[in-house]
């Protein structure tokens, strides 16, 4: 699955509005300064998955590199030369989490993986997030079965601010079934609804796999619209089954960091292929921010 990177542009201190603007994608890889983050999100394909279905592959190449000591190096080559300041990937093998671990940490990076106790039957895998450790500090990690929450407080680089400033980094791996609409926007708000109740924090950002295209999902309905309430939504061909009106709102006021313009004008760029229903679909790896200021 394709990557997708692109920066938060930091306000002063005295500032509210802590992230302002992911609207313009990173324009060359690496580039940013201190006063912007940058995020990269990535599914990198679970190789038990891989491994287990071949049938769903027959688009790859018969040389192509698909064995995970063939991967592991080809993907933490493309991972540094984005130098993003916080890293978030998806359908990490816990066994796999064991080769990225020391790999990030000496590019200057701390992680975290999803709770094994999360994840259940066959799936061996979960998210995992990476940071800066000259950046960030880890304030604590929530995870629930396919999403983690890591609660980052900003490292001051002015020794007289003592204001906490504290982001919290949503790495999401939604159902992929695609007539579990309703189930996908239950997961984000389960996550939403424990952030925005139990835990400080100035800002949310919303990385992940989310298994529904932008812009054609009750999951865009949700975050953009605050609830699915009024509304008839379409996705994947179907019409999604009216209880997902009765999910309860979140308080937060999210925006795609990518216009779904991307997706008509140019969907070549932002492409995800996926094993069922056996196509290319685009924007289904995606990132969201809040505009505003949390607490």
């Not at 309430?229 to 994947?236: G, M, N, Q």
Request: contains cysteine.
């Amino acid at each position: 699955m394709r990557s997708s990177c692109c920066t938060t542009q930091k306000t002063s201190q005295n500032d509210n509005h802590w992230v302002a603007s992911l609207e313009t994608p990173l324009g060359t890889k690496g580039e940013s300064d201190r006063n912007q983050i940058s995020f990269l999100s990535w599914n990198i394909l679970a190789q038990y998955l891989f491994d287990s279905t071949p049938q769903w592959y027959h688009h790859v190449a018969d040389d192509a590199p698909v064995s995970w000591p063939e991967r592991f190096p080809l993907i933490m080559e493309e991972i540094k030369s984005w130098k993003a300041d916080i890293v978030c990937l998806q359908e990490v093998e816990f066994a796999s989490y064991e080769d990225l671990e020391p790999h990030f940490k000496s590019c200057g990076y701390h992680g975290v993986m999803q709770s094994h106790k999360q994840r259940t039957g066959d799936h061996a895998y979960g998210v995992a997030t990476f940071y800066k450790s000259q950046k960030f500090d880890l304030v604590e990690s929530i995870h629930r079965s396919r999403t983690m929450i890591s609660l980052l407080k900003e490292k001051s680089v002015n020794s007289c601010e003592d204001e906490e400033r504290i982001i919290a980094v949503l790495n999401c791996h939604l159902e992929g079934s695609p007539d579990k609409s309703v189930t996908r926007v239950k997961q984000l708000q389960h996550s939403l609804h424990d952030l925005s109740t139990k835990h400080t924090h100035h800002n949310v950002i919303i990385c992940g796999d989310f298994n529904c295209v932008l812009g054609k999902s009750a999951c865009s309905t949700y975050l953009q619209r605050g609830s699915c309430r009024d509304e008839d939504i379409y996705e994947w061909g179907r019409l999604v089954d009216q209880k997902v009106a009765d999910i309860p709102p979140h308080p937060y006021s999210f925006h795609s960091a990518y216009p779904v313009e991307l997706l008509t004008k140019t969907p070549m760029d932002y492409v995800t292929f996926v094993s069922s229903p056996h196509q290319y679909s685009a924007g289904l790896d995606q990132i969201w921010y809040h505009e505003g200021s949390s607490s």
